[in-house]
């Protein structure tokens, strides 16, 4: 079997490698890849951008790529499904009308409303005046979101009325993320504990993957600007039983009828990403259609099934014939990001890497080679991620993974995973 996964970041290196650890995997192609791709056995970057559809599709053809693996949201949204599958191509992942669960978050809010899912209030404006007054009426704490996709920055927690201002000037009137935030959909704050709940989806049939609980603020206990994720751990603690019923048949069971009902069916990755409070009530803060990063990351480490076999019988419809396995010791990965990301950083500072024990796994994120030597290439770097016995044993030893990586300008969180301690 041949394996192609689109993308270049941490999200990607985890997908190739997991692919490339079953003898059924001939090999695996990753386009364009990172350094941490191109270093693996069995697994070779392609350079094509992730964008770039028609080289996709050529590539695919010419190499008699038996499943591709959709790694981030702008491909899917521009399409890539739809034209994949136009060519006779076996793709994993949303169509393009599909993809509007995340790919517009007036969309999503109002698929939910429509179709009673748990949400918080909200209201769409395209008129920075109208959204201040809307501000004004209901106070603070407020979430301003940009409609479009914005690498998993467009997300503003407004505690003051100023902070809310700034925000909706910046999106509608500064053009902060360009096309993205021409719209923004400002939603009631929710209290209680975020979760990832992602499963895949055949069009029909549900197969859930590990619970997981992403740490999106830049600094320790959570404070800080938004980013898109500064580590992860797997299992979710806070997804008991209980919640993870009530989220399966309140939330993911519905969305995926209401989809097909809509004439929109959904086939791929499904992430609900969750607000649950303290009584267990649970609403979604927003779909994503592909799987998080750095979620997927300690998701990969855990996953004992071979990954381009279950994509294989989603694209069939055949979800419900086959099960995931998983290691039942948690993981935890700590995203090592550039001094400065989210806003400006550095690139170019070379990485030193030491060899990795059983167990544990430097996935790369924003990195390349550059005359033989690792050279950082974007915010987010690295994610050190580790098993362990329990969460804390994760977290001890996803540090000492991250404490054996050293380059000018790193940093890190030092309190991954404390919540689920």
Same mark, same amino acid.
């Given at each position: 079997?041949?394996?192609?996964?689109?993308?270049?970041?941490?999200?990607?290196?985890? !997908?190739?490698?997991?692919?490339? #650890?079953?003898?059924?995997?001939?090999? /695996?192609?990753?386009?364009?890849?990172?350094?941490?791709?191109?270093?693996?056995? *069995?697994?070779?970057?392609?350079? %094509?951008?992730?964008?770039?559809?028609?080289? #996709?599709?050529?590539?695919?053809?010419?190499?008699?790529?038996?499943?591709?693996?959709?790694?981030?949201?702008?491909?899917?949204?521009?399409?890539?499904?739809?034209?994949?599958?136009?060519?006779?191509?076996?793709?994993?992942?949303?169509?393009?009308?599909?993809?509007?669960?995340?790919?517009?978050?007036?969309?999503?809010?109002?698929?939910?409303?429509?179709?009673? +899912?748990?949400?918080?209030?909200?209201?769409?404006?395209?008129?920075?005046?109208?959204?201040?007054?809307?501000?004004?009426?209901?106070?603070?704490?407020?979430?301003? *979101?940009?409609?479009?996709?914005?690498?998993?920055?467009?997300?503003?927690?407004?505690?003051? #009325?100023?902070?809310?201002?700034?925000?909706?000037?910046?999106?509608?009137?500064?053009?902060?993320?360009?096309?993205?935030?021409?719209? /923004?959909?400002?939603?009631?704050?929710?209290?209680?504990?975020?979760?990832?709940?992602?499963?895949?989806?055949?069009?029909?049939?549900?197969?859930?993957?590990?619970?997981?609980?992403?740490?999106?603020?830049?600094?320790?206990?959570?404070?800080?600007?938004?980013?898109?994720?500064?580590?992860?751990?797997?299992?979710?603690? +806070? /997804?008991?039983? #209980?919640?993870?019923?009530?989220?399966?048949?309140?939330?993911? *069971?519905?969305?995926?009828?209401?989809?097909?009902?809509?004439?929109?069916?959904?086939?791929?990755?499904?992430?609900?990403?969750?607000?649950?409070?303290?009584?267990?009530?649970?609403?979604?803060?927003?779909?994503?259609?592909?799987?998080?990063?750095?979620?997927?990351?300690?998701?990969?480490?855990?996953?004992?099934?071979?990954?381009?076999?279950?994509?294989?019988?989603?694209?069939?419809?055949?979800?419900?014939?086959? *099960?995931?396995?998983?290691?039942?010791?948690?993981?935890?990965?700590?995203?090592?990001?550039?001094?400065?990301?989210?806003?400006?950083?550095?690139?170019?500072? +070379?990485?030193?890497?030491?060899?990795?024990?059983?167990?544990?796994? %430097?996935?790369?994120?924003?990195?390349? !080679?550059?005359?033989?030597? %690792?050279?950082?290439?974007?915010?987010?770097?690295?994610?050190?991620?580790? !098993?362990?016995?329990?969460?804390?044993?994760?977290?001890?030893?996803?540090?000492?993974?991250?404490?054996?990586?050293?380059?000018?300008?790193?940093?890190?969180?030092?309190? %991954?995973?404390?919540?689920?301690?």
């Amino acid at each position: 079997m041949k394996v192609l996964i689109i993308g270049s970041g941490g999200r990607e290196h985890a !997908l190739a490698w997991q692919c490339s #650890l079953f003898e059924e995997v001939e090999h /695996v192609f990753v386009a364009p890849g990172n350094a941490g791709t191109d270093l693996e056995k *069995k697994i070779s970057n392609i350079q %094509i951008d992730s964008e770039n559809i028609p080289d #996709l599709i050529s590539f695919a053809k010419s190499e008699f790529i038996d499943i591709t693996i959709v790694g981030p949201e702008a491909p899917l949204v521009m399409g890539v499904v739809d034209d994949f599958q136009d060519e006779g191509l076996v793709i994993f992942g949303p169509s393009k009308l599909a993809s509007q669960l995340e790919g517009s978050k007036a969309f999503s809010k109002d698929f939910m409303h429509r179709n009673n +899912i748990p949400t918080a209030f909200y209201e769409v404006f395209t008129e920075s005046n109208l959204a201040i007054k809307y501000v004004k009426e209901m106070g603070t704490p407020i979430v301003i *979101k940009a409609d479009g996709l914005a690498a998993g920055k467009g997300v503003i927690i407004a505690n003051t #009325l100023s902070e809310a201002i700034l925000a909706i000037n910046d999106m509608l009137e500064g053009n902060r993320f360009g096309e993205a935030g021409s719209r /923004v959909v400002i939603e009631e704050f929710l209290t209680g504990e975020e979760a990832s709940f992602i499963v895949m989806v055949d069009g029909s049939n549900i197969l859930p993957m590990a619970t997981s609980q992403d740490h999106k603020s830049r600094d320790n206990g959570d404070k800080g600007p938004n980013t898109g994720g500064m580590g992860a751990y797997s299992p979710a603690p +806070i /997804v008991t039983p #209980l919640v993870f019923d009530g989220v399966m048949e309140k939330i993911i *069971k519905p969305t995926v009828e209401a989809m097909k009902a809509e004439g929109i069916p959904y086939t791929g990755f499904l992430y609900a990403g969750l607000m649950i409070d303290k009584k267990g009530i649970t609403k979604v803060l927003e779909y994503n259609c592909r799987l998080g990063d750095p979620e997927t990351q300690p998701i990969m480490m855990r996953l004992k099934s071979n990954l381009a076999r279950l994509c294989i019988s989603a694209t069939q419809g055949d979800l419900d014939t086959v *099960k995931g396995e998983w290691d039942e010791r948690p993981s935890l990965g700590v995203v090592m990001a550039a001094k400065g990301y989210p806003e400006s950083y550095k690139k170019g500072e +070379i990485i030193n890497l030491s060899l990795e024990e059983a167990g544990s796994k %430097i996935f790369h994120a924003g990195t390349k !080679l550059d005359a033989g030597n %690792i050279t950082s290439n974007g915010g987010r770097v690295l994610c050190a991620t580790a !098993l362990g016995l329990d969460i804390k044993e994760a977290q001890e030893k996803a540090y000492q993974l991250v404490n054996s990586v050293s380059w000018d300008g790193s940093y890190f969180r030092t309190d %991954i995973g404390f919540k689920g301690i």
